[in-house]
């Protein structure tokens, strides 16, 4: 039952949140950069591509709803332990950054690199709150591996993923490998598969390879994967 309290709770104030917090935050990166069409054709993307620096109304409200989700969903995967607080943290970050790409393409750093900056803090905190106080060495391992095989992928494929990504690894190895570090091979894997899949359907669809947003996907995988870690791990550590 208290389960249940805190998610209602979290949910309303993450949409709040959202509504005050997160949807001015996106509006300012979004005015950062308003693409005129020599990075259109740079970018391979297609005219129009990001709107205005404004979130409409339904847009504001899938914000508010999606924000509203992940923070019931992380209320009753880590309830009132250390953890709760940095990976709400890690929600409302993902739901900013994965906004601004699905707007303009790319991740924005004045959001990226002081939530990484705010993450770890919140994390190590955890870390000595928790029972295993040396779990910030896992988000550190988690990190690099992510980022490092992005890393990677955006030197042998530049115009195939933006280095946005490969920042952006930076914090999904982070969340994810402060938890258990195989599971960033998980997250990896099914955010790549997500991607891939959009961009298969976007191919298809638009009969020619355009530029799309590839954070959401990886945030994706990530979310599905912090979610779902604890019986992961259970699984992980039966089976060495």
Do not use: H
Request: charged share 10%; proline share 6%; hydrophobic share 60%.
């Amino acid at each position: 039952m208290l389960d249940v309290v805190l998610a209602v709770v979290l949910a309303a104030a993450g949409a709040v949140a959202a509504r005050l917090l997160l949807i001015p935050m996106i509006e300012r990166s979004c005015a950062d950069l308003i693409m005129d069409e020599e990075t259109i054709e740079e970018l391979n993307a297609e005219p129009g591509v990001p709107p205005g620096a404004t979130v409409g109304p339904r847009a504001a409200l899938a914000i508010q709803a999606v924000t509203a989700l992940l923070s019931a969903s992380v209320a009753f995967r880590f309830g009132l332990s250390p953890a709760l607080v940095p990976y709400l943290i890690v929600a409302g970050l993902l739901v900013s950054l994965s906004a601004v790409d699905l707007y303009q393409l790319r991740i924005p750093d004045r959001i990226l690199f002081p939530g990484l900056g705010i993450t770890a803090l919140a994390l190590i905190g955890a870390s000595l709150l928790g029972e295993v106080k040396l779990s910030w060495i896992g988000a550190v391992i988690g990190a690099l591996a992510y980022s490092g095989v992005l890393a990677v992928t955006w030197l042998i494929s530049p115009r195939g993923m933006g280095f946005g990504d490969v920042k952006l690894g930076l914090l999904l190895g982070m969340a994810v490998g402060w938890l258990y570090v195989p599971l960033v091979l998980f997250a990896l894997g099914i955010g790549c598969a997500i991607g891939a899949l959009i961009g298969g359907w976007l191919m298809i669809v638009r009969r020619r390879s355009l530029a799309f947003p590839f954070g959401p996907s990886l945030a994706a995988g990530a979310v599905a994967v912090i979610l779902a870690s604890q019986p992961l791990v259970d699984w992980l550590q039966r089976g060495s």
